[in-house]
Structure formats: structure tokens, C-alpha cells
């Protein structure tokens, strides 16, 4: 009886095949990957035009100056080839500002790594749990992001150079050194400041992400007897992980660009020992000390930068995506 069904199934089939039209399979096919092709294209236009706009739009100029010097006699830009390129190379061993402002750029970028995402993650994930306090905590920390940076800046110099020594001075502490002045002190103070004017924005995007977290998945650990240290590690970073990757991704072009916010807190005039990359290249730009004759090289220094930073955040994204922790 099975043998008969199936020979009844392959007859019709076959009548099937056979009065179907010879081009009907073919334009179907055809109209699929025209289809396809079609979407692939929709999805790909956005980020492409994007980076026409811009990136390429807008540093069009930009890219243009790095192959061109300034010459005074006629007030007009001139080809220069690759020497511009060249002169940046040079000025990083040969300027004394170059060496500090790398190794404070690396510095920053290392401490927002190590210290900076580990305690973001450990506050979002106590607020996530609703500790008490937690809305009190939310505006507190989040307070640096509503105001403005230049005024968080003045508010933090006035109680580093006012407050901290009279408070030190009533414990017994006489002439305490002004935090924001000096080599040992300035540049610490700086990146302390840093950590605690971005705590309120990152509290927030990690807080969100641990809020999407499927409520099922922690019951189950808890009733497989999960710790919170060990529903932290297990669960919530594993899942969150991709918004962690993001931000170190991201904070691989913050090195060659982040000032630090040493422009709120000095003008043009901070000293050489806490400059960072992203310093240095905008005052370069901006300041008033800065001339014509700048910006090609610091066009150059930008288009060097860019090339050291895309590979090095495609191999980071990599390297995270492949030995990041596993959801399963």
C-alpha cells in the first residue's frame, strides 16, 4: 500500500514538472537575487552615505591639507607631498610634549579599561539591583552629565584648590599641595576627574543593558544556588557583553582624541607633562597660538592617526567577539 502511495506521489509530480513552464523556475531564481540584491544594497547605503557625509565630506579638506604646506609670500596653500607626514614622525622624537602626551594618552585609555569599566560595572549592576538608595545614587552620579562641561570643571578646580586644603588644613595637614599644580599631582587629579565626570553615562547605558536581561535566567541560577558575585559573572556580564565591547572599542579612538578635559580646566596653556594626543591636536587647530602653517601637519597627524586606529579596532573587535565570554 506504502509502495503504491509513493508511485501515485512520483506520477503527479512528474505531470507537474512537465507542465510547469521551462523559464518559470528560471524567473523565479532571477527575481529572488534581484530581490535579495536589492536589500543588500538598502542595508548597506545607510552606513556607506553616512561616511560620505560624514567622514569623507567633511574631512575632504582635511585630507587634502595633509599633502599641502603653507606659504606665506602668497597666503595660499601649496603641494608638499609626503613631507608633511614626515615632519609629524619626526616632531614625536624630537618635541618634548610628544612622549607625554602618548604615554598620558595610554595612561587614560588603560585606567578607563582596568579601574573605569570594572567599577561602572559593579555600581550598575548594585543600582540593578535596586540596593538602597539607588535613585539617590542615579542622581548623583548622573549630576556631571546634566551640567555643562565647562561648568563641572570650575566647580571641581574650586573645591580641589579651595576646599580639599582648608579640610586638610582643620585635620592638622599644613600646606597641602595644590592637586592641579605640579607634575606629581595634576595629571592623577585629571584622570580622577575623568572617571568621575563619565561614572553617570555609563552607569546608565550598563544599567539598561542588565535591565534587558531575561528575569528567567536569574530565577533558574538562583535556584541552581547562584550566588550575586556569581550572577554577576555568570549571567549578567556574559549577556551584556556586547555593550562592554562596544565601549572598548570605541575607546580605541578615544586614545588618539580624548583632551581629558585639560582645555576646560588650563585654556591652551596646560603644561607639557599633562597633555594627551587629543590635547595637543586641538590646540594645535584652535588655539590662538596656532597659524596656517599647523594644520597641515596636524592634518597628517589625523590621517596617521586613522590608520593606526582602524586596523588596531577591527583586531580589538575581533579579539573580543572571539574569546569574549560565551552566553551559552
Known amino acids: ?12 509530480y512528474d505531470i507537474s514538472v512537465k507542465l510547469t513552464p521551462k523559464n518559470k523556475k528560471t524567473k523565479s531564481h532571477s527575481a529572488a537575487k534581484r530581490e535579495a540584491l536589492i536589500f543588500y544594497i538598502c542595508i548597506l547605503a545607510l552606513p556607506i552615505l553616512q561616511m560620505c557625509i560624514f567622514y569623507i565630506g567633511i574631512n575632504v579638506n ?25 615632519d609629524f614622525i619626526i616632531s614625536l622624537s624630537t618635541t618634548t610634549v610628544m612622549p607625554y602626551a602618548i604615554k598620558n594618552s595610554l595612561k587614560l585609555y588603560l585606567i578607563g579599561v582596568f579601574i573605569g569599566l570594572p567599577l561602572n560595572l559593579i555600581f550598575a549592576f548594585f543600582l540593578y539591583k535596586k540596593v538602597p538608595g539607588t535613585g539617590f545614587f542615579r542622581v548623583i552620579l548622573f549630576l556631571p552629565q546634566i551640567l555643562s562641561g ?14 580639599v586644603p582648608a579640610i586638610f588644613e582643620k585635620m592638622g595637614v599644613a600646606d597641602f599641595p595644590n592637586l592641579l599644580s605640579g607634575p606629581v599631582y595634576t595629571f592623577p587629579t585629571i584622570i580622577f576627574y575623568c572617571l568621575w565626570s563619565g561614572f553617570g553615562s555609563q552607569l546608565i547605558i550598563y ?27 555568570k549571567i549578567i556580564v556574559p ?36 597633555q594627551t594626543l587629543g590635547y595637543y591636536l586641538f590646540v594645535k587647530v584652535v588655539g590662538s597660538k596656532a597659524t596656517l602653517g599647523d594644520y597641515p601637519v596636524a592634518s ?23 574569546f569574549g565570554p560565551s552566553v551559552e
Not at 570643571?153 to 576646599?163: D, L, P
Not at 579612538?253 to 607639557?272: C, H, K, P, V
Request: hydrophobic share 45%.
Open 300 to 322: 597628517a597627524a589625523g590621517l596617521i592617526f586613522t590608520c593606526i586606529a582602524a586596523p588596531l579596532t577591527i583586531l580589538v573587535k575581533y579579539l573580543l567577539e572571539r
Open 239 to 274: 549577556l551584556i557583553f556586547p555593550t562592554i565591547t562596544t565601549y572598548l572599542v570605541i575607546g580605541i579612538a578615544g586614545f588618539f582624541t580624548n583632551q581629558a578635559s585639560l582645555y576646560n580646566f588650563f585654556g591652551q596653556n596646560a603644561q607639557e607633562y599633562t
Open 1 to 12: 500500500m506504502k509502495g503504491i502511495k509513493n508511485g501515485i506521489k512520483d506520477f503527479f
Open 207 to 233: 544599567g539598561t543593558a542588565m535591565s534587558g536581561v531575561d528575569e528567567s535566567l536569574i530565577e533558574a541560577g538562583k535556584l541552581d544556588g547562584l550566588s550575586t558575585f556569581g550572577e554577576f559573572f
Open 150 to 163: 565647562v561648568v563641572t570643571s570650575i566647580m571641581f578646580a574650586y573645591f580641589v584648590e579651595g576646599a
Open 62 to 86: 582635511t585630507i587634502k591639507l595633509a599633502f599641502e604646506k603653507y606659504n606665506p609670500d602668497t597666503g595660499q596653500y601649496v603641494w608638499n607631498g609626503f613631507n608633511n607626514f614626515k
